[in-house]
């Protein structure tokens, strides 16, 4: 797969996550967040299973785990950052739209370079900063408002924001090792399956007829979402580097917002749009302009 074929399915992939924003709203009228994505994980954990077993016949997953236990502790660590990034953000759609929750998780573009900082020490690109600053306004901008943090919904997306930073920089690393697509992402599923269960059996005490009425969105949210789109990241993201990734798949953004708007009503305003555009923008800086088209315009800068 070339790096514009992998761009290519990490673009279908932000589509079908940013409409699975409106099931995950409106899939909550009879169910807890923690059971909702229980269900919805254990449907996409279903959807996966027969292409992992298909691939496993191949090559299994299981040696190389086995072998390598920081390998099985990096792979699990898939599932666990999964489950507290979706967590999160299916609390906090409880109490914001999702307009805002789309875009404000979309601050894991700047995560990610970030973070990458952080631990290996790579080097920012003139670019991605530049990048990094207008998805930062962007986000700002569709948010509507200057007190962010003083609503509780915003607040638990900002906090998933380092998760999900965290899960797109461990695939690139995991990925690195293992060319096991479907078997890795029905692993990262089932234990977040297996961990939103627990919390749900504990805090939400769902019945079975709670599900009933969810049942379509459970289908867009658990094999839209999870079967077809966490598998396409994994696959995608072996051909492209975490930085490019999160900046292509932060696109969910804008199709969450678009989705909200032509499902539910939710109008987005001047600022909004405005919002989306910067974020459009950063993505095209980030992934589209040359490295040396940033990198002349800072030297030049540098020597007057």
Not at 63 to 82: E, Q, R, T, Y
Not at 197 to 226: M, N, Q, R, T, W
């Amino acid at each position: 797969m070339t790096r514009n074929q992998a761009h290519l399915l990490l673009l279908l992939v932000t589509i079908l996550w940013g409409f699975t924003f409106v099931a995950q709203k409106t899939g909550m009228e009879t169910l807890g967040p923690m059971s909702f994505t229980a269900a919805r994980y254990l449907i996409g954990s279903i959807g996966i299973l027969p292409i992992a077993l298909f691939e496993l016949k191949k090559n299994s997953i299981f040696p190389l785990l086995k072998l390598d236990n920081m390998l099985f502790l990096k792979a699990s660590g898939l599932g666990v950052f999964m489950f507290c990034g979706i967590s999160l953000q299916q609390i906090a759609l409880q109490f914001t739209n999702i307009a805002n929750a789309a875009f404000l998780t979309a601050l894991y573009v700047p995560a990610v370079p970030l973070i990458s900082w952080l631990l290996h020490r790579h080097r920012i690109k003139g670019k991605i900063w530049l990048a990094l600053i207008i998805s930062l306004f962007g986000s700002w901008m569709l948010s509507g408002s200057g007190t962010i943090l003083s609503q509780l919904g915003d607040l638990l997306i900002i906090i998933s924001v380092f998760f999900w930073a965290g899960h797109i920089i461990l695939i690139a690393n995991v990925t690195r090792n293992i060319n096991m697509p479907f078997q890795l992402s029905l692993i990262q599923s089932f234990i977040c399956f297996i961990l939103s269960s627990c919390f749900a059996l504990v805090l939400e005490k769902p019945v079975f007829y709670d599900f009933f009425p969810a049942i379509p969105e459970l289908i867009i949210a658990g094999f839209f979402s999870v079967t077809l789109g966490f598998s396409f990241q994994i696959v995608g993201q072996r051909y492209s580097d975490p930085t490019a990734s999160a900046f292509i798949l932060s696109l969910e953004s804008v199709f969450g917002a678009i989705a909200g708007w032509l499902i539910l009503s939710q109008i987005l305003g001047f600022s909004a749009i405005l919002g989306c555009l910067l974020i459009f923008l950063a993505v095209i800086i980030a992934d589209v302009i040359p490295d040396r088209w940033i990198a002349i315009k800072m030297n030049k800068a540098n020597n007057k």
